[in-house]
């Protein structure tokens, strides 16, 4: 029996494909830190646009609440943006995850370079049909229950107590109406408008929180002892 024929039980990496898969896992790196910034520039228009329409709707006492109701706007835009970015973001830091866990990993633990589970087929597979792993509004909601729900809470609670407390109390209801109407549109369906435009981010953040990646995995407890902390400090 002629053994060339014979396929290797174990693949064996070249001290070369070492090298090559280590400057793949810095370009993944460098891709994820990529898209990373820039999910954090889009959280800074949204904070910078938030913060510009609580000053014009609080500079005085004549001031009309509308850009708190027309920052919500383009906060939404601001996150589809971001929605999106999150999107290759994840797509990139997952690559570098599965290089880790897979490559990395065995290294760490004296064991060598390991091929048995198959990550280095998926990963070629990925890399030949690339793939999203994640949906838009799975990282919508990502966002909002990160980010963009404290931003939009922050503007319902400055524009509720723009239409209660400023520039005075409200003596009646009929005051609030007369605060939120906007030209011929009347209070009541500014604010039913709103309501409608908060609730729905607050379905697409419960809803895909339930379908988050990872929800139904069992979490180790938290150890008393941080032994990275420890390995860390005893090398100081």
Do not use: C
């Amino acid at each position: 029996m002629d053994d060339s024929t014979t396929p290797p039980s174990r693949p064996v990496f070249s001290a070369a494909d070492i090298g090559a898969l280590a400057h793949l896992y810095r370009a993944e790196i460098y891709r994820s830190t990529v898209w990373r910034t820039r999910l954090d520039a889009t959280t800074n228009w949204a904070v910078v646009a938030t913060g510009i329409a609580l000053s014009v709707s609080f500079s005085s006492a004549s001031a009309s609440p509308l850009p708190l109701a027309l920052v919500g706007l383009l906060v939404a835009v601001f996150l589809r943006i971001e929605a999106r970015r999150y999107r290759f973001f994840d797509f990139w830091r997952i690559r570098a995850h599965v290089l880790e866990v897979h490559f990395f990993g065995p290294i760490l633990r004296g064991q060598g370079v390991r091929v048995d589970n198959g990550w280095n087929e998926i990963l070629y597979q990925d890399y030949q049909h690339p793939q999203l792993h994640i949906t838009f509004w799975e990282a919508a909601g990502r966002r909002l229950r990160r980010n963009y729900g404290w931003i939009f809470a922050i503007q319902v609670a400055a524009y509720i107590g723009k239409l209660l407390i400023h520039p005075t109390p409200i003596a009646s209801w009929s005051e609030v109406w007369q605060r939120a109407a906007i030209g011929p549109v009347p209070g009541q369906i500014v604010l039913l408008a709103g309501i409608i435009f908060h609730a729905t981010w607050l379905t697409i953040a419960f809803v895909t929180y339930k379908s988050r990646r990872g929800a139904d995995r069992p979490r180790p407890p938290r150890p008393r002892k941080d032994a990275v902390l420890e390995l860390a400090a005893s090398g100081e």
